[in-house]
């Protein structure tokens, strides 16, 4: 006779990570070629699974693993977009970087500076009259 903990939500889950999360952090790894990312995305996974109702085992394994591939898909089309800013370091090299030295560089500033000082005032008409001015 099975124990009643058994049947329990968190014992099912628990059962499907320990069977089925080493093999499905493999596949998402080689998905997505970073081990943190595919961790992310094989516990997306879980929760996923966890959220509905229960599986036949028959039916659970493949389920996780298409559930993890879209989830790993998903990753990648946001990472595509993501554009990488730099580093810091190459930002700390520029000796013009800080603003105390360009406010001190004999040079004038960027042409779009240049042009953003010639813009006209706002004039008091373009507020309405529940704003106030500082």
Same mark, same amino acid.
């Given at each position: 006779?099975?124990?009643?903990?058994e049947? =329990?939500?968190?014992a099912?889950?628990d059962d499907a990570?320990r069977?089925?999360?080493p093999?499905l952090?493999?596949y998402?790894r080689?998905? *997505?070629?970073?081990?943190?990312?595919?961790?992310d995305c094989?516990?997306?996974?879980?929760?996923?699974?966890?959220?509905?109702p /229960?599986?036949?085992?028959?039916?659970l394994?493949?389920?996780?693993?298409?559930?993890?591939?879209?989830r790993?898909l998903d990753?990648?089309?946001?990472?595509?977009?993501?554009?990488?800013?730099?580093?810091?370091?190459?930002?700390?090299?520029?000796?013009?970087s800080t #603003?105390?030295? *360009?406010a001190?560089?004999?040079?004038?500033p960027?042409?779009?500076?240049r042009? =953003?000082?010639?813009?006209? /005032? #706002?004039s008091?008409r373009s507020?309405?009259?529940?704003? /106030?001015?500082a």
């Open positions: 006779m099975k124990d009643e903990s049947d =329990s939500p968190s099912w889950v990570i069977r089925h999360g093999p952090t493999c998402a080689s998905i *997505v070629h970073r081990s943190d990312s595919a961790s094989v516990q997306d996974t879980f929760i996923r699974m966890a959220q509905r /229960r599986k036949p085992d028959d039916i394994r493949p389920w996780l693993f298409k559930v993890c591939r879209n790993c990753w990648l089309r946001k990472e595509k977009r993501m554009k990488p800013l730099g580093t810091y370091e190459s930002a700390l090299k520029d000796d013009t #603003p105390d030295k *360009v001190r560089s004999p040079t004038p960027e042409p779009s500076l042009s =953003s000082t010639s813009l006209p /005032r #706002p008091a507020c309405d009259s529940n704003t /106030r001015l």
